[in-house]
């Protein structure tokens, strides 16, 4: 009997850093320090209730949703390095929240801000404008410099892929194959449920990922999610 080969070493997962990019000129970029720990969407769904009059309810008439609007909370600190935490990050995520003068309408001569796009990954985006900033130090410098910030945002979406943004990727690789980017205090187990409709195939994502401890996974990096097979 051959001897048996030697087991694979256990594949590094590489942390996939979030980034909030500027699609106009100049194009800018801001890499999150820290990836978000949750994120929200919200959606609004205008109906329009009529008069019937003898019923108990109106009748209802669809008249349109409303962009979707994404929620982030970001987290920036530069006090190890002693940098101004403004100039290093969260300015050039203001810069993008205010009038760029080279949008201009072509019917008002008014200016705009640009538009922007959140990449997590090379599979997932959301490409919108921010209705809303708010920043917040918590980190300072002896002379007052600001080194620790907290930035809220809101995004709300330009245009429609076609697909939910806040899907799971499920395109982009081989055909039949998906991939996902883990989420905080996700396991295998729990990814197995929702992506296969059952915890016990986290084996079958270990051994894809050559993932020894299926408890202990990086938010931010990518799992690759190949089809089950029929012995599965």
Known sequence: MPPRPPPRPPQ??????????NLDEPAQSVTCLFNPTDYSFSKTINWTASANRGANVPTLEFTGGEAIELGLKLLFDTHEKRHDVRTSYTNKLWAMAMVNPARRDPTTQQGSPPIVEFEWGRMWSFKAVITSISQNFTLFLENGTPTRATVDLKLKQVDDPGRRPFQNPT??????????VIRQGET???VAQEEYGHPGHWRHIAEANRIDNPFRLIPGSILALPPLSHAD
């Open 188 to 190: 295998l187990d729990i």
């Open 171 to 180: 395109s982009g690789g081989r055909a039949g194959h998906r991939s996902r």
């Open 12 to 21: 590094q997962t590489t942390l996939v850093k979030a980034k909030i990019k």
